[in-house]
């Protein structure tokens, strides 16, 4: 008769029983238990070092749990996480949602000059969208595994971001200049230029350090405004009436006011330096700046289709021509 051996492993309830027989017709059965304890809300001071980012929010943290699965479990318990969670995940799977079934059929009306172009330049901002808030998603859902995915995660949410920057700016610089295409091609460069350095500053990890919080913000504020070259130019060459229309630049002014007043409250974390405590799960600056994200990134998107629109209907009018 065979040797039978248990060996139990980590301790709460029972979730995977495997059996196993050595040469010698020894059987072993391994128990494994997984960590089933609730997930518990602690107190800032209570926090390891590396977990000490905001002082002025003071309650209903996941502490360090060294786990996947419990980052994934605390989903089920609302923490001063939960927003910043799921407002972005939310948003996140919306876009992919329009992205792979909604372009065509209800935000894009078509015009005799539409190519496949059109959609992929369309398509090329919800995917950059959907990079950035998945992204963004993902990090503050596992920042509390441990320091070192805090930092890899995070890393992951500023290159989500540099994505959708990029792919803001290149959607709207093809339709603003989709009739004087070369320079299209000369800003895309540049805006490629700048995405490739900002990707080089972030995985520097002196960029993720508390004290460079405000520098984060001026940083990605910084290379959005490099927009303000191909406006400038646009402005310069078709005048101001015109490039009022070409890039729906009032979408824009309200673009550009989101993401500004979200990375300034950010950075000065209004308005829990203001109030302590009284932010602590719902209505902290981070919340708001998620919330600032997507409303920005609905009006790139509504500039984009205007934009889109206009362009069409003046080819289609033949008031403008397209060149290469
Ligand atoms: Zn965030």
Redesign the pocket.
Same mark, same amino acid.
């Given at each position: 008769m065979a040797h039978i051996a248990t060996v139990e492993r980590e301790y709460s309830s029972v979730s995977k029983r495997r059996t196993s027989k050595s040469a010698n017709g020894t059987v072993t059965i391994e128990v494994e238990r997984e960590e089933h304890e609730e997930i518990k809300l602690c107190h800032f001071h209570e926090l390891p070092d590396w977990q000490k980012d905001n002082e002025f929010i003071l309650t209903g943290y996941v502490r360090e749990t060294n786990s996947i699965k419990k980052c994934l479990r605390s989903l089920g318990c609302f923490n001063n996480e939960s927003i910043?969670i799921y407002s972005?995940l939310i948003a996140a799977i919306s876009y992919f949602v329009v992205l792979l079934f909604y372009t065509d059929i209800l935000c894009i009306p078509s015009f005799p000059s539409t190519t496949f172009v059109d959609y992929m330049v369309i398509d090329l901002y919800l995917l950059g969208a959907f990079t950035c808030l998945i992204g963004?998603s993902l $990090? @503050?859902c596992m920042k509390q595994h441990s320091e070192s995915h805090s930092d890899m995660w995070s890393k992951v949410?500023y290159i989500g971001i540099i994505c959708l920057i990029t792919c803001s700016l290149i959607s709207l610089l093809y339709y603003g200049y989709m009739d004087h295409f070369i320079y299209f091609k000369v800003f895309t460069v540049i805006t490629l230029v700048l995405a490739t350095i900002c990707t080089i500053c972030v995985l520097d990890q002196r960029f993720n350090s508390k004290n460079f919080r405000p520098i984060r913000a001026g940083f990605f504020i910084l290379f959005s405004m490099s927009a303000v070259i191909p406006i400038g130019a646009g402005f310069s060459k078709f005048g101001f009436t015109e490039v009022l229309q070409r890039i729906q630049l009032r979408f824009v002014a309200w673009e550009t006011f989101f993401y500004v007043v979200g990375a300034l409250l950010y950075g000065f974390r209004i308005p829990e330096t203001l109030y302590p405590g009284n932010f602590d799960l719902v209505g902290s600056s @981070?919340q708001i $700046? @998620?919330i600032m994200v997507i409303l920005g990134s609905v009006f790139h998107l509504k500039a984009v289709l205007g934009s889109y629109t206009f362009m069409h209907s003046n080819i289609s009018s033949n008031s403008f021509t397209l060149s290469s």
């Amino acid at each position: 008769m065979a040797h039978i051996a248990t060996v139990e492993r980590e301790y709460s309830s029972v979730s995977k029983r495997r059996t196993s027989k050595s040469a010698n017709g020894t059987v072993t059965i391994e128990v494994e238990r997984e960590e089933h304890e609730e997930i518990k809300l602690c107190h800032f001071h209570e926090l390891p070092d590396w977990q000490k980012d905001n002082e002025f929010i003071l309650t209903g943290y996941v502490r360090e749990t060294n786990s996947i699965k419990k980052c994934l479990r605390s989903l089920g318990c609302f923490n001063n996480e939960s927003i910043n969670i799921y407002s972005h995940l939310i948003a996140a799977i919306s876009y992919f949602v329009v992205l792979l079934f909604y372009t065509d059929i209800l935000c894009i009306p078509s015009f005799p000059s539409t190519t496949f172009v059109d959609y992929m330049v369309i398509d090329l901002y919800l995917l950059g969208a959907f990079t950035c808030l998945i992204g963004s998603s993902l $990090f @503050h859902c596992m920042k509390q595994h441990s320091e070192s995915h805090s930092d890899m995660w995070s890393k992951v949410d500023y290159i989500g971001i540099i994505c959708l920057i990029t792919c803001s700016l290149i959607s709207l610089l093809y339709y603003g200049y989709m009739d004087h295409f070369i320079y299209f091609k000369v800003f895309t460069v540049i805006t490629l230029v700048l995405a490739t350095i900002c990707t080089i500053c972030v995985l520097d990890q002196r960029f993720n350090s508390k004290n460079f919080r405000p520098i984060r913000a001026g940083f990605f504020i910084l290379f959005s405004m490099s927009a303000v070259i191909p406006i400038g130019a646009g402005f310069s060459k078709f005048g101001f009436t015109e490039v009022l229309q070409r890039i729906q630049l009032r979408f824009v002014a309200w673009e550009t006011f989101f993401y500004v007043v979200g990375a300034l409250l950010y950075g000065f974390r209004i308005p829990e330096t203001l109030y302590p405590g009284n932010f602590d799960l719902v209505g902290s600056s @981070h919340q708001i $700046f @998620h919330i600032m994200v997507i409303l920005g990134s609905v009006f790139h998107l509504k500039a984009v289709l205007g934009s889109y629109t206009f362009m069409h209907s003046n080819i289609s009018s033949n008031s403008f021509t397209l060149s290469s």
